[in-house]
């Protein structure tokens, strides 16, 4: 099964890639065809009216949307194949680079030949077909890698074979009766970081172009992204919350109720979890940022949540303690 699934992990890559090398040789290709037919400097923002306001020249927009186009594709393609182990959502990762690739490869597209045999950058437009032709060749990329990738070979993910909660369970700190005790942590993930600055940027790019649409998308798939970058690991009277750093609202809360017992692991993120952030695998569900010592806790229901965190074994015994009081208190 694991060779069923390197074989898909390698298509994925190859499907992400080959749309964003696409995407690129038609952004090139119209540039160089076109390229004594633009006026220099070329229309490189359109304000909502479709209506040029910002201008560039010519090399500046080919050296801009060439890097752009290569670091989103090697992005993708990195994310879909750099784990060892993939799961259903993986699917959906390649419809949406691809149709990342064609979003972006139509609209620049669409700009460069709104500039053709113009006299004067200024009279170039956009207009509502444009913006139509982009989403359309966005959901026809990302439909045909759907297709194309295929579906996500099942499989038990390995580090499962002993299934939620293995981690062998830690003692409980001693508390003295009405003592309150609570601990606290920060976890980060670069990568996150980076994936993050990296959609903003292309925000960015989609609102200096005046895409105001495009722009509001990407912005908001950064967001989530952004919030997962930096997270607050806390242990108190309540259970296990897990938050945006710096946000009161808790991104995940486990309650003392719903707890059975905690314990500590090592846990890879890609043999395990298939990469970063938020994620669900049969019997567990973890946020993990990062490989390494993880607090894992196993719920009344059976099921697993990890959170890979520095300083795990204080977490557990913490966390064990409180579930003992509570259970003290209840009989």
């Not at 560039?56 to 670091?71: E, H, I, K």
């Not at 609209?107 to 009279?123: P, Y």
């Amino acid at each position: 099964m694991r060779g069923v699934q390197r074989q898909w992990k390698t298509r994925a890559a190859l499907v992400v890639g080959t749309a964003y090398l696409v995407a690129l040789a038609v952004v090139a290709g119209t540039f160089v065809l076109w390229w004594d037919r633009l006026p220099d400097p070329m229309a490189s923002h359109f304000a909502g009216s479709g209506e040029a306001d910002g201008f560039a020249g010519r090399a500046v927009l080919l050296g801009t949307a060439v890097p752009l186009l290569l670091l989103m594709g090697g992005m993708f393609a990195a994310m879909v194949g750099a784990p060892r182990t993939v799961e259903p959502a993986a699917r959906l990762l390649v419809a949406a680079g691809a149709a990342t690739a064609g979003l972006l490869g139509a609209v620049i597209t669409s700009v460069t030949a709104a500039n053709l045999d113009l006299a004067q950058a200024q009279d170039a437009a956009l207009g509502l077909r444009d913006l139509a032709t982009a989403i359309a060749t966005a959901g026809a990329a990302g439909a045909l890698s759907w297709w194309i990738v295929g579906s996500v070979p099942e499989g038990e993910l390995p580090g499962s074979e002993s299934g939620p909660g293995a981690a062998p369970a830690v003692a409980a700190v001693p508390l003295a009766e009405g003592e309150v005790v609570v601990w606290s942590r920060r976890v980060g993930s670069r990568a996150m970081g980076v994936v993050a600055v990296l959609t903003l940027l292309t925000a960015l790019l989609l609102a200096h172009l005046g895409l105001w649409v495009g722009a509001v998308l990407m912005f908001l798939a950064a967001l989530p992204v952004a919030a997962l970058a930096r997270l607050t690991v806390t242990v108190d009277r309540r259970g296990l919350r897990v938050a945006p750093a710096g946000l009161r609202a808790p991104a995940k809360l486990v309650e003392l109720p719903e707890v059975e017992t905690a314990g500590v692991r090592k846990v890879n993120a890609f043999h395990e979890f298939g990469g970063w952030g938020y994620r669900i695998r049969p019997g567990a569900t973890g946020v993990v940022m990062r490989s390494g010592e993880a607090l894992c806790v196993r719920l009344l229901s059976g099921r697993e949540f990890v959170v890979v965190v520095g300083d795990a074994r204080q977490a557990a015994e913490t966390l064990n303690a409180l579930v003992e009081r509570r259970r003290d208190e209840d009989e």
